[in-house]
């Protein structure tokens, strides 16, 4: 039988935080070096620190299981909430694996401190056993004066094959797409892993202060030694109103405006793009629409500009038809067919048996749920996996990501490349 989870005791308070125009950094700046959680976008979201409570699930697939527990936990917080907007009162930040049957599994933080910002209202949340709760809230300069260890640069860094080399990966690729001539698929999403060797400890919070820079439209994310910025939102849920960010379909960027003007009109009119896109916005619509008592997809995606790619993109949104958790609906969306393929069940089988890698949580949802179960959850795309530190002296080796949509006309050499732009944040990250 699990033990009840402890009594916890949730308090937030007006924090008094230099506006986000002037120093979007501010919230990542408040952040330790051990551990730490984010979910920043352009100096907005929430970080956090320290552990109030854990709950660890087997798998992605028990994203339910993880509400029910998160519930539970709930059910024994007593909050007391003087700003009550999204994000404030007591919060968990999540990760999940990309395939059930990965052990990498699932987590939820319960951190015991949380800084938030929304616009210009700014909060700090302490979340503390019954009892231990800090006689008053932290102030800035305290908050400020915690986090004083100085960040450190990784040093020289070198990159190698991850399972396989780049001629092996080709050659999955090629098989992928026999395989959808054969029709045992129409699309799947195949990724590969590049491991970097840092000469200096890696301080997340150099990585994580890089992306929130170059990558500001991109939710810059830390949960359980899993940092990157991604530009894909899995979901967001808030007082009734759900939105998805579905992105499939890329070109590399050239770094010439001109230049990348003409290639997103061509991207935008390229029938295989379209329809690697098409597929990833169906799957979307296709498992919100249960939730949903009317959702909203647009014809056409934009094209949304980063500074390493450029991507079709399609906002999906809808109203819920009832309370529902932002957990349960990441569940119901996860895989979508911008990570997984369609259909779901067969991509899914073909990657376990040709891409030979363990993505763990890369491409699983990553986010953060409130206690009334909105919140917010991307695709964790962009990132890297830090190996556990043995000892006290901090890790030198991570795992980087990156992957993209096969179609019938996909050509291996093109897609290797494809992945190469998207691995580009993580090599800058881990830079400088
Ligand atoms: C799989 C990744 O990206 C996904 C695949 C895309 C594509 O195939 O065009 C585009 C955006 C993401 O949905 C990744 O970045 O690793």
């Keep these: 039988m699990t033990q009840a989870p402890q009594r916890l005791v949730a308090r937030t308070t007006p924090l008094d935080l230099p506006d986000a125009t002037s120093d979007p950094a501010t919230l990542l700046d408040l952040l330790p070096r051990h551990a730490p959680l984010s979910w920043v976008r352009r100096g907005d979201g929430l970080v956090g620190w320290g552990e109030a409570a854990r709950i660890e699930v087997a798998s992605a697939a028990q994203l339910d299981e993880a509400h029910a527990r998160w519930a539970e936990q709930l059910g024994r917080t007593t909050t007391d909430d003087a700003v009550r907007v999204p994000g404030t009162g007591p919060v968990a930040f999540g990760s999940f694996a990309f395939d059930p049957t990965s052990p990498a599994g699932g ?6 401190v949380v800084v938030g910002r929304r616009g210009d209202v700014a909060w700090v949340t302490t979340i503390s056993p019954e009892g231990e709760q800090p006689a008053t809230p932290p102030t800035l300069t305290e908050l400020l004066a915690a986090a004083a260890e100085p960040v450190t640069a990784p040093g020289t860094v070198t990159l190698s094959d991850g399972s396989l080399t780049r001629e092996a990966w080709c050659d999955v690729v090629a098989r992928a797409v026999k395989e959808i001539h054969a029709g045992t698929v129409d699309k799947v999403v195949l990724a590969r892993d590049v491991h970097a060797r840092t000469e200096a400890p890696v301080d997340p919070r150099w990585l994580l202060g890089r992306l929130a820079d ?5 939710w810059t994310f830390s949960v359980d030694g899993l940092v990157g910025a991604t530009p894909e939102l899995l979901v967001r849920s808030e007082r009734g109103l759900v939105i998805s960010r579905v992105l499939a379909g890329t070109v590399r960027r050239t770094g010439h405006d001109a230049d990348d003007l003409a290639r997103a009109a061509q991207l935008s009119h390229s029938s295989k ?40 993109a399609t906002d999906v949104t809808g109203v819920l038809a009832d309370g529902v958790s932002s ?19 067969e991509a899914r089988e073909l990657i376990r048996h040709i891409e030979q890698l363990d993505r763990a949580r890369y491409a699983g949802p990553v986010g953060w749920v409130g206690a009334d179960g909105d919140g917010e959850w991307g695709i964790a795309l962009r990132s890297a996996e830090i190996a556990p530190a043995t000892g006290d002296a901090g890790s030198h080796d991570l795992r980087l990501f990156a992957g993209c949509g096969i179609v019938a006309a996909s050509v291996p050499a093109d897609e290797l490349a494809e992945t190469e732009a998207k691995l580009e944040p993580m090599r800058y990250a881990l830079g400088g």
Aim: with cysteine; hydrophobic share 40%; proline share 10%.
């Design 107 to 112: 987590v939820l933080v319960v951190p015991s």
């Design 273 to 312: 793009d379209l329809e690697e896109h098409e597929y990833a916005v169906a799957s979307v619509a296709r498992s919100l629409e249960p939730f949903c008592a009317s959702t909203n997809v647009p014809e056409t995606p934009f094209v949304l500009h980063l500074p390493n790619v450029l991507h079709l």
């Design 214 to 218: 170059e990558y500001s439209t991109c």
């Design 327 to 345: 957990l349960t609906l990441a569940g119901a969306l996860h895989p979508t067919a911008a990570v997984c393929g369609t259909p779901t069940d």
